[in-house]
């Protein structure tokens, strides 16, 4: 009987929430408090499992507690993240390094075979990007992303094992859909592990092992190809890059698989009581650590929020420059007068550029709370750089290669953006949708991307290098307007919270609601 009237008790309160909602409205008819419209405890957060015998605000975790915490965290996964993101991008750029290493004349490459065998890779990958998002949201976040990461290692093993245009284009769509599921997937790993505050600088961390990548790769490269040069081997020197690195990436593939938890509640690393602190410390992040459920809203909202599009839009100008030249860096190095092998040894400096910019913007970015105008750094270096390679003569092979380790801090805008995901967009269903369509626009960036580079304008390449700056030209403005949009978004919310009758729900950061629809949310800038 006590069971049903605190059952009839909970009924009420519920109700009487409605008719509060109702009646929370600004001038103009606004609803002040959407928050309840949305919010049913059963369609929440699975954080809310775990707090499901605590009232209130949860537990208590002192500042010792949570440096401690933060400490094993980071421990724990930081290292899976930054290794797998890093054989991520060597597994895009193994093709560059092959390039350069015999691979098209073997395989019979002629014509722009090449240009469409970089973008094949983005064509798979932006096929399967809103299939895999859904897959991220439906399935266990960790399990799907190991599985992902084993398929495509033994994918790139397959191009050693190519022997014309065709088979090399069916690898290459594959290898694109197995990656899609990476970048996304970390940016939800990041979201419901780390506070905002947190958040641009670990991003930027894991993100930065493109640059690692790009220097290890080089150095495998040149080594592999000096090495079979000087004592021989059974099998060409582009097909045993291949296999050393499809075969490293499917390794790791089962590290994570057992090692990287799905989220909190099921993290073997933490006793506990360290789950629930671990949930306690991402509370202010009004995000939750995930939720199985499809919301209709959700997309509804994912579409038709500005924000959405201008992420979009940064994603597919900006990336029209990363798919060229990270296919075409090491015919663009070969093309200021180096030689093939000179050229595999001689990127590895730009590795260096892009973890020293992504690092510092990310660090930078959090201390100052302003990660969208710290990222615009690196988009004014990439521009005088491609400025060095447009304007000095062939001749001036040291100062155009000076001009492409500039290049490499392009980066830190799309890292910036890509943080902002995991800070920024609340609710899964909105969160999984948008992320989706940002690795949309970044598909199809890298797909026109080589298409830039023709082979009638060898050695210059002046339409693609100029297209290059007018495209970062505009994601500088895009950046600016997600700026203004997000302060002007703060101020509303402020004025929201400030007005009398407003009121938070019990738990309302573990409802599973939107950035738009949550009023206590706070959006990094």
């Known amino acids: 009987m006590a069971a049903l009237e605190k059952s009839q008790d909970a009924v009420l309160d519920q109700e009487k929430a409605t008719e509060l909602s109702r009646d929370a409205t600004l001038e103009g008819g606004e609803v002040k408090d959407a928050a309840f419209i949305h919010a049913n405890p059963a369609d929440g957060d699975e954080a809310l499992k ?56 073997d395989i019979h490459l002629h014509g722009t075979n090449y240009q469409w065998l970089s973008s094949l890779f983005y064509i798979g990958y932006l096929a399967w990007e809103w299939p895999t998002n859904r897959l991220l949201q439906r399935l266990p976040l960790a399990k ?48 419901q592990w780390y506070t905002k505050e947190e958040q641009g600088t670990r991003t930027g961390i894991w993100f930065s092992f493109n640059g690692f990548a790009q220097i290890l790769g080089g150095l495998v490269a040149y080594g592999i190809s000096v090495g079979v040069k000087k004592h021989g081997a059974s099998i060409e020197s582009w097909k045993i890059i291949f296999l050393v690195i499809g075969l490293a990436t499917a390794a790791v593939g089962f590290l994570f698989l057992y090692f990287m938890p799905d989220n909190q509640l099921n993290a073997r690393f933490l006793k506990p009581e360290e789950r629930l602190m671990a949930l306690e410390r991402i509370r202010r992040n009004q995000q939750g650590v995930g939720n199985k459920h499809f919301k209709w809203y959700q997309l509804r909202e994912a579409l038709l929020d500005p924000m959405t599009w201008a992420f979009f839009a ?9 798919g060229g030249i990270s296919n075409f860096f090491s015919q663009l190095i070969v093309s200021f007068g180096y030689t093939p092998d000179q050229s595999l040894l001689y990127g590895t400096p730009g590795g260096a550029v892009e973890v020293v910019t992504l690092i510092v913007c990310g660090y930078l970015g959090d201390r100052y709370k302003n990660r969208v105008l710290v990222g615009l750094s690196g988009m004014f270096l990439s521009i005088l750089g491609m400025l060095l ?3 000095l003569p062939l001749s001036n092979a040291k100062g155009r290669l000076a001009g492409y380790y500039l290049t490499q801090s ?38 026109i991307g080589p298409q830039t580079f ?10 693609a290098e100029i297209t290059i700056i007018v495209c970062w030209g505009v994601c500088i403005l895009d950046m600016l307007f997600i700026y203004w949009y997000y302060r002007r978004m703060n101020k509303k919310n ?20 939107t950035d738009k629809e949550n009023h206590e949310f706070v959006y990094t800038l």
């Open 50 to 105: 775990a707090f499901a015998g605590h009232d209130g605000e949860g537990v208590v975790i002192t500042p010792a507690e949570e440096k401690r915490l933060l400490r094993k965290i980071d421990f724990n996964l930081m290292p899976m993240l930054c290794v797998v993101y890093g054989l991520n991008y060597l597994d895009k750029t193994t093709l560059s390094y092959s390039s350069v290493m015999g691979l098209q004349k």
């Open 144 to 191: 799907w992303s190991s599985f992902n990461i084993i398929m495509w290692g033994l994918t790139l093993c397959c191009m050693a094992a190519t022997k014309n245009f065709a088979g090399a284009v069916a690898v290459r769509f594959f290898l694109g859909v197995f990656e899609a599921a990476v970048t996304p997937g970390f940016a939800l790993f990041t979201s």
């Open 314 to 322: 940064y994603a597919l100008i900006g990336d029209i420059p990363n």
């Open 389 to 391: 390679i447009v304007c």
């Open 410 to 447: 392009s980066p830190t805008g799309f890292v910036a953006l890509l943080s902002l995901l995991s800070s920024n967009v609340a609710g899964y269903t909105k969160k999984t949708t948008v992320a989706a369509l940002y690795l949309m626009g970044y598909c199809a960036g890298n797909i």
């Open 454 to 463: 023709q082979p009638k304008d060898a050695p210059r390449y002046v339409p």
């Open 494 to 513: 402020e004025e929201i919270r400030a007005a009398p009758g407003y009121r938070k729900l019990d738990k309302q950061e573990f409802l599973d609601l």
